[in-house]
């Protein structure tokens, strides 16, 4: 940094987007304060080993990494050794089990059939809704791709108790693609880097806090009156809140967990879902196979219930349709006449956002921090629109 004066930067929040943005700051030599209301870092992706049986339990539902950003994959292997991890899911339907995404041996399994590759894509198009030319829903968007079989095993129930509405309801762009695989390739994700910490997230984004510049302090909510004084404030708490709810909630999915403890390997694989509606949870998550090369005798496991998400309860998942998106235009035409405050991460754009794309967005706002402190211009609200 050249001869300009530190500033004094708040981070509000302890998770990815703060640790990554306030690393960045303290490293160019100014002073960054980081304030987190819970009890620990590492916000939802906190993880802690279980004193009964030692498994890494991610607590509040398993992150799993997986980019295809060279740089964000070097970051975190820079603060914690990333072990090789497949996610494989399996699903429950109708009595029988299997693989997810939908792939080859999938279609085969159900079908009863012995498809090849060019075989099996014919034969599901003969399944498909063709006269659906334009899918607007989540239904039509499923019906057009997989047909009404493959749509009311996999997709319809697991939907309705996700999202707790119809899925004619919700947007196509939640199917963003063909969720097919006309191959035997199981593994969930496409990326081309995949892993998981080898001693945690919480271990990580301990890492990248542990410096001189930073000041971490837990168990302190955070309110916009008491950010002032501040340089600047990064702030990655609910949008709607930093204002006080003053224009009413945004509507998010919250999660219950229901854990129970087995002696043995319970279901052979990390995720199983449920995709039919009559089970009330959507999945059973069990966390010994996150860590695959640990060994453990006991096992923790966690069935997830998904509902409206109250005042009380932690925000999972942005509802985002056009009620909320409008309520949140007026948030964001709020945000951005707030002096010296960047709204950042999930919480403070309004958006689900995987892991290596917080830590994107957290790199590159840090960055253009720096910028405007060498030009002397203004940081805006957003360095990525949330609308």
Avoid at 11 to 20: C, D, I, N, T
Avoid at 91 to 105: C, D, E, I, R
Avoid at 179 to 200: A, C, I, L, S, T
């Amino acid at each position: 940094m050249q001869d300009r004066p530190a500033k004094h930067c708040l981070m509000v929040g302890a998770g990815l987007s703060g640790a990554v943005i306030g690393r960045m700051l303290a490293e160019a030599g100014h002073r960054v304060t980081v304030l987190d209301a819970r009890g620990h870092i590492g916000g939802n992706c906190h993880t802690e080993r279980d004193a009964g049986t030692g498994v890494m339990v991610h607590v509040y539902g398993p992150h799993i990494f997986h980019t295809d950003d060279a740089e964000v994959w070097d970051y975190v292997n820079g603060f914690e050794t990333f072990l090789p991890y497949k996610n494989r899911v399996k699903t429950t339907s109708q009595g029988a089990v299997y693989s997810l995404p939908v792939n080859l041996h999938t279609i085969n399994q159900f079908f009863g059939q012995t498809l090849r590759p060019d075989e099996a894509k014919v034969f599901l198009e003969s399944k498909a809704d063709t006269s659906i030319t334009d899918p607007q829903t989540f239904e039509e968007q499923a019906l057009r791709f997989v047909g009404p079989d493959l749509y009311e095993a996999f997709f319809k129930g697991y939907t309705i108790k996700q999202w707790g509405c119809a899925p004619s309801d919700l947007p196509a762009s939640i199917l963003k693609r063909l969720p097919v695989r006309f191959n035997y390739d199981d593994n969930y994700f496409f990326h081309k880097f995949q892993g998981m910490p080898e001693n945690g997230y919480t271990a990580m984004i301990g890492r990248i806090l542990d410096h001189a510049n930073i000041t971490v302090t837990l168990n302190t909510p955070v309110s916009r009156d008491q950010a002032a004084g501040y340089d600047h404030v990064f702030y990655s708490g609910p949008i709607d809140g930093w204002f006080g709810f003053e224009l009413g909630r945004l509507g998010y999915r919250t999660l219950d967990f229901e854990r129970f403890d087995y002696q043995g390997d319970y279901q052979g694989c990390a995720v199983m879902n449920y995709g039919d509606v009559g089970v009330p949870y959507t999945r059973i998550t069990e966390h010994k196979h996150f860590a695959p090369w640990e060994s453990h005798e006991g096992s923790v496991l966690y069935k997830e219930f998904s509902r409206a998400c109250g005042p009380e309860d932690i925000p999972y998942y942005p509802i985002r349709q056009v009620a909320e998106k409008t309520l949140l235009a007026e948030y964001v035409a709020r945000a951005e006449a707030e002096p010296n405050v960047t709204f950042v991460g999930r919480l403070g754009t309004y958006r689900y956002l995987d892991m290596d794309v917080t830590i994107r967005e957290a790199l590159d706002c840090g960055r253009c921090y720096l910028a405007t402190l060498e030009t002397g211009g203004r940081m805006p609200a957003f360095t990525v629109n949330p609308l």
